[in-house]
């Protein structure tokens, strides 16, 4: 998926069921079929849109559960989230830690928290060492 935090090359492809990979290619088609070009880059960029929400979404989600593991009784967060969302250790604790020092750390307004939340989270990712240290 692009837009998702740099995946690492051992993450797993997203799992869809057969259904939901039909209904993805009739949409598409549908859309194209209408042969209407602003219709049609509406979509895609709603696509987009709605991608970097449930990236977000998933991060906060990450990020609140992280806070309350129990490492001692249920082990490592971060191998228990790779399995369950497929998705590679690195990547889950990437997610964790722009949440918490990028979004959730510095305190913002909302208006910043709004800018924040649009950008990519690979170039959140790159911030999140000058957040950590407070300079954000």
């Given at each position: 998926?692009?837009?998702?935090?740099s995946?690492?090359?051992?993450?797993s492809?997203?799992?869809l069921?057969?259904?939901?990979?039909d209904?993805?290619?009739?949409?598409?088609?549908?859309?194209?079929?209408e042969?209407?070009?602003?219709?049609i880059?509406?979509?895609?960029?709603?696509?987009?849109?709605?991608?970097?929400?449930?990236?977000?979404?998933?991060?906060?989600?990450l990020?609140?559960?992280?806070?309350?593991?129990d490492q001692?009784t249920?082990?490592?967060?971060?191998?228990w989230?790779?399995?369950?969302f497929?998705?590679a250790?690195?990547?889950?604790?990437?997610m964790?830690?722009?949440?918490?020092?990028v979004v959730?750390?510095?305190?913002?307004?909302?208006?910043?928290?709004?800018?924040i939340?649009?950008?990519p989270?690979?170039g959140l990712?790159?911030?999140?060492?000058?957040a950590?240290?407070?300079q954000?």
């Open positions: 998926m692009t837009g998702e935090l995946t690492h090359p051992h993450d492809i997203t799992r069921e057969q259904s939901d990979i209904q993805i290619l009739e949409t598409a088609k549908r859309v194209v079929d042969n209407d070009l602003p219709t880059m509406r979509y895609i960029e709603n696509l987009g849109r709605l991608e970097h929400a449930t990236w977000f979404t998933r991060a906060h989600i990020y609140l559960v992280h806070q309350r593991w001692e249920l082990g490592s967060f971060f191998e989230a790779s399995v369950a497929g998705r250790p690195e990547t889950i604790r990437r964790v830690e722009i949440w918490g020092f959730e750390k510095p305190g913002h307004t909302q208006k910043r928290l709004k800018m939340l649009t950008k989270p690979s990712y790159y911030i999140k060492q000058a950590e240290e407070g954000l």
